[in-house]
C-alpha cells in the first residue's frame, strides 16, 4: 500500500520517504520528457530558466511541460516569455483542471482559521526568511505563538526550515499566500508592515546598544519595546551575528515600506542600519542609505534633513 500525504508524518518516519523539488539537472530532463519536444529544439538555458520559475517542483514542472505540448506553435522562449510577464504566476501552472494552486488548497484549507490568517501574513512579509520574532510581529501573537504557527505550517508543507530555527515560503507559495491575503485589501499589506518594520526598529535599538558608544544609540520609538518581542543579544558579537542574519530582511522591508510611503518608517530604520553598514558594508549600499536618510539629531529627537537631490525626507 502507497500512502500521499502533504502533512509531514513525523510518527512513522522509519517508512516515510519524504519529496523535495528537484535539483536543477533533473527538473530540466522531466521537462524535456513529458514537453514531447526533441531535446536538440530547446533551449537549455531557456528551460533552465522556466524549471526555476516553477520552484523546481515536479508537478510545476510537468504542468508547464504539459502547456507547451498543448501548443504547437509555441516555443520554449514564447512560454518563458508568458510566464515572466504573469502577474499570476500559479495562474500559468495550469494544464487542464490540474494546477499547483489546487495542491496548496489541500493544505491551506485544512489549517484552523486563525493558522490560515497567520499564513496569509507571511505573503507580506518582505525578506526571505524569517524567524519567530519576526513571524511574531508579522502575525501580531506572541513569540511562543507563532513557534506553534510556524511548527504547524512546516509540517503541512506551507513552509521551508532553514538553519537557525529560521522559516521561509518557497517562491510559489509565497506567491500563493500573497493571492491570499490580497483578498483583504491593501490596508492588510499595509498593517502587516508596520509590525514588522515596528519589530525591526526595536531589535535594531538593542542591537546597536552594543556595537555603538554609551549614548549614541537611537532610542527605539516611544511605545515600541512595549508592543514587540526582541531576540536576546548579550554582547556586542550575538549583535554583530544577528544584524549580519537579518541585513537583507531589514534592507528588503525598508524598500517595502518606502513603496507603500511609510516614511517615517523608512527614514528611522535605514538611520539604525547604518552604523552597521558603516563597519560591515557593503559600502554600494552603505553610501546610498546614507544619502537618501541622512538625519540630524535635535533636542526634540531625530529631525528629518535634505537628501540626495535636494528631496526632503
Not at 493544505?107 to 511574531?136: C, H, M, N
Request: hydrophobic share 45%; proline share 6%.
Amino acid at each position: 500500500m502507497l500512502v500521499t500525504s502533504r502533512k509531514r508524518l513525523a510518527a512513522y518516519e522509519e517508512v516515510v520517504l519524504p519529496v523535495a523539488a528537484l535539483p536543477p539537472e533533473h527538473s530540466v530532463d522531466l521537462f524535456v520528457r513529458l514537453s514531447g519536444r526533441p531535446a536538440d529544439s530547446l533551449d537549455h538555458a531557456v528551460l533552465a530558466e522556466l524549471v526555476g520559475l516553477c520552484g523546481y517542483l515536479p508537478l510545476g514542472v510537468s504542468l508547464l511541460a504539459a502547456r507547451l505540448r498543448h501548443h504547437p506553435s509555441w516555443s520554449a522562449e514564447d512560454l518563458r516569455a508568458r510566464l515572466v510577464a504573469a502577474r499570476d504566476r500559479l495562474g500559468e501552472l495550469r494544464a487542464g483542471e490540474r494546477a499547483v494552486a489546487a495542491t496548496f488548497d489541500l493544505s491551506y484549507r485544512d489549517l484552523a482559521p486563525e493558522r490560515q490568517r497567520f499564513f496569509q501574513r507571511l505573503g507580506f512579509y518582505p525578506g526571505t526568511d524569517l524567524d519567530a520574532y519576526a513571524g511574531a510581529a508579522l502575525g501580531s501573537v506572541s513569540v511562543a505563538a507563532a513557534r506553534e504557527q510556524l511548527d504547524a505550517l512546516y509540517d503541512a508543507h506551507l513552509i521551508d526550515e532553514h538553519p537557525g530555527s529560521r522559516y521561509r515560503l518557497h517562491d510559489l507559495l509565497r506567491d500563493y499566500a500573497r493571492g491570499l491575503a490580497d483578498e483583504g485589501g491593501t490596508m492588510e499589506q499595509v498593517q502587516a508592515v508596520q509590525h514588522v518594520c515596528t519589530y525591526y526598529l526595536a531589535a535594531l535599538a538593542v542591537a546597536n546598544g552594543h556595537i555603538l558608544r554609551s549614548g549614541a544609540a537611537a532610542p527605539a520609538p516611544p511605545g515600541v519595546a512595549a508592543q514587540v518581542e526582541t531576540p536576546p543579544m548579550e554582547s556586542r558579537t550575538a549583535a554583530l551575528g544577528w544584524l549580519e542574519n537579518e541585513r537583507a530582511n531589514v534592507l528588503a522591508c525598508i524598500r517595502r515600506a518606502n513603496n507603500l510611503a511609510l516614511h517615517e518608517l523608512v527614514i528611522r530604520m535605514a538611520a539604525d542600519m547604518a552604523p552597521f553598514l558603516r563597519q560591515a558594508g557593503p559600502w554600494p549600499s552603505t553610501s546610498r542609505w546614507d544619502s537618501r536618510s541622512s538625519m540630524g539629531r535635535s533636542s526634540t529627537g531625530w529631525t528629518p534633513i535634505r537628501a540626495e537631490g535636494g528631496v526632503r525626507l
